[in-house]
């Protein structure tokens, strides 16, 4: 099993924690999900980006 799911869900309970209240939380429920969602393109993009540079290198082809 993969650690990037409890990774997750300790980031957006750490992010609860400078919120009050469950109405402050689903205001800030878009807000959240956009920036974890941008972390992980930007994450994604890197790391494809890198495999396409070094494609003969990781497969060695």
Do not use: C
């Not at 959240?32 to 941008?38: C, G, L, P, R, S």
């Amino acid at each position: 099993m993969s650690l990037a799911r409890p990774r997750y869900r300790f980031t957006s309970s750490g992010d609860a924690t400078t919120i009050l209240t469950p109405g402050e939380m689903t205001l800030d429920r878009e807000r959240a999900v956009d920036y974890f969602t941008e972390q992980f393109r930007k994450m994604l993009l890197e790391n494809l980006n890198d495999h396409i540079k070094n494609f003969d290198h990781y497969l060695g082809s």
